[in-house]
Nanobody
Framework: VQLQASGGGLVQAGGSLRLSCAAS????????LGWFRQATGTEREFVAA????????TYAVSVKGRFTISRDYAKMTVYLQMSSLRPEDTAVYYC?????????WGQGTLVTVSS
């Protein structure tokens, strides 16, 4: 069972960043994959998710139109392309693999957006 997130870093407001989350077979096939984030002093919140087929994606209102989630089935990886970043997007971003029966979390990757 593996979820390995990467791609975080420091970026200026208005910039872009792409996060990656490499999954194992046990956490990719048949699972919805999503991104969540947690800013300092706040609760973890939903950002985006893509269904197993990839035909259904959903986004938090705060990121809709700026972030895009996608899945690469050959690489068993889920991406979060983030554009027009704002200081309020600063957070630790986590990927999550989940189904009705189980869920798995990856370690976080820090995204810092400077103003």
């Amino acid at each position: 069972v593996q979820l390995q997130a990467s791609g975080g870093g420091l970026v200026q407001a208005g910039g872009s960043l792409r996060l990656s989350c490499a999954a194992s077979a046990g956490t990719f096939r048949g699972y919805t994959l999503g991104w969540f984030r947690q800013a300092t002093g706040t609760e973890r919140e939903f950002v985006a998710a893509a269904s197993w087929s990839g035909s259904y994606t959903t986004y938090a209102v705060s990121v809709k139109g700026r972030f895009t989630i996608s899945r690469d089935y050959a690489k068993m990886t889920v991406y979060l392309q983030m554009s027009s970043l704002r200081p309020e997007d600063t957070a630790v971003y986590y990927c999550k693999s989940y189904s009705r029966a189980s869920e798995y979390w990856g370690q976080g990757t820090l995204v810092t957006v400077s103003s």
